[in-house]
């Protein structure tokens, strides 16, 4: 499964990135290897519990924990199979749709209909409509902020150099208040309300020193080349932004399920509450990297090139509406789909640009490949489901 999030979701990622010719694939993957598996191994631990027991009621399989290790088993093999096939295709799906519809499809075989606990499903739901609206209209202003005080200036290659740090200090402050207040915690290092901002506004402030230091080394090749060349440089920081991002909200897709799994085998009975322990979380953020430097340039492509033609401005409007999205969904343990946020920022900054700049049938595909997602992992949980118990005779 998690595999399958590093080979379908990293486009989410990178796909703005390669898209615009900021960073090249290679770099990409080495970029989001890094980053990725950061976000899930510091601050994947927050949204993992909503996945893991939000679905479903665990208290209905007490005196069932075998039905219920089956059902998660069968839940990720489901998700991870249509994965695999989506992504093979180069279908930009979403991770949270595939493991949501398994589980759903697990309680109906095994409890009915009765027993998913249909209101956080319809909350997730809903998410997947708000969030890619909340990113596409934050890409929009960022890109006309940006178009205003840079692009349109008299001297916008001094403008990038000059402001350019800001944007990067925002980036990260952004980053560093969901890994110190929510991440740090899950693997030892829990950090009081002072420390978090201090940590925060130190990180901010590193990363803004480094881009100015950057872009005044290249002022003349940003002269020489053009403005974009300067959004290119700060692409880097949006790029691991994102990855990170995407690492601390999707890794939960992977190991939430597994936590279970392994909370029940255990104890040897569904307890309210569990840890998720460091280990699982480094086994999710392992096959992410694995998923990605494999499987991931397929996705990447369509995703880079295929909705709206991407400027490196327009990619760094895009990537920062959506990790800024990602990163708050996850600091209040929302699990929302990191795709359909991405592609509606893209959407943003494509009609930021006028509607004839997107390719419409492409996003009618995309969206087509997203209302298939949920009723496939619903129907391969089930199939998976009576071939586990047909095999282990439970």
Not at 143 to 165: H, M
Not at 244 to 251: E, L, P, Q, R
Not at 362 to 370: A, D, E, Q, T, V
């Amino acid at each position: 499964m998690a595999f399958g999030i590093g080979a379908n979701d990293v486009a989410n990622a990178m796909g703005t990135s390669v898209g615009s010719k900021a960073i090249t694939f290679k770099q990409a993957i080495f970029i989001a290897a890094i980053f990725e598996f950061l976000g899930a191994y510091l601050a994947g631990g927050e949204v993992t519990s909503t996945i893991r027991k939000g679905i479903v009621d665990p208290d209905l399989y007490v005196g069932k924990e075998n039905i219920f290790i089956i059902g998660m088993m069968s839940s990720l093999c489901a998700a991870g199979t249509w994965l695999l096939i989506a992504s093979s295709k180069g279908w930009p799906v979403s991770t949270t749709h595939s493991i949501v519809g398994s589980i759903v499809g697990f309680v109906i075989i095994s409890a009915g209909f009765e027993a998913v606990s249909w209101d956080k499903v319809g909350t997730i739901a809903a998410s997947w409509i708000v969030s890619p609206a909340i990113s596409g209209t934050f890409a929009f202003l960022l890109f006309l902020s940006a178009k205003k005080f840079i692009l349109d200036r008299r001297d916008p290659s001094q403008a990038a150099v000059t402001l350019i740090p800001v944007y990067s200090f925002f980036v990260a402050v952004i980053i560093g208040l969901v890994t110190a207040r929510k991440g740090l915690k899950h693997v030892g290092i829990p950090l009081t309300d002072n420390e978090v901002v201090i940590v925060t506004i130190g990180l901010g402030i590193i990363v803004s020193i480094i881009s100015s230091i950057l872009l005044n080394i290249n002022k003349e090749k940003i002269r020489e080349h053009g403005v974009e060349s300067a959004f290119a440089i700060l692409m880097i920081v949006t790029a691991s932004a994102m990855a990170f991002a995407h690492g601390s909200n999707d890794v939960a897709n992977a190991i939430g399920p597994m936590s279970a799994i392994i909370s029940v085998a255990s104890e040897g009975a569904i307890g309210a509450k569990a840890t998720v322990s460091p280990w699982v979380l480094l086994i999710g953020g392992i096959g992410i990297v694995f998923g990605l430097s494999m499987l991931g340039g397929r996705v990447i492509r369509t995703v880079g090139s295929k909705i709206t033609h991407l400027t490196p401005s327009l990619g760094f409007s895009a990537e920062m509406a959506a990790a800024s999205t990602v990163v708050a969904a996850t600091y209040i343990g929302f699990p929302i789909s990191t795709t359909h946020t991405l592609v509606g920022a893209v959407i943003g900054v494509g009609l930021a640009k006028g509607v004839s700049h997107l390719d419409l049938s492409s996003i009618g595909r995309i969206i087509l490949s997203w209302v298939v997602t949920i009723p496939a992992g619903a129907s391969l949980t089930v199939l998976f489901y009576v071939l586990i118990r047909l095999v282990t005779g439970v």
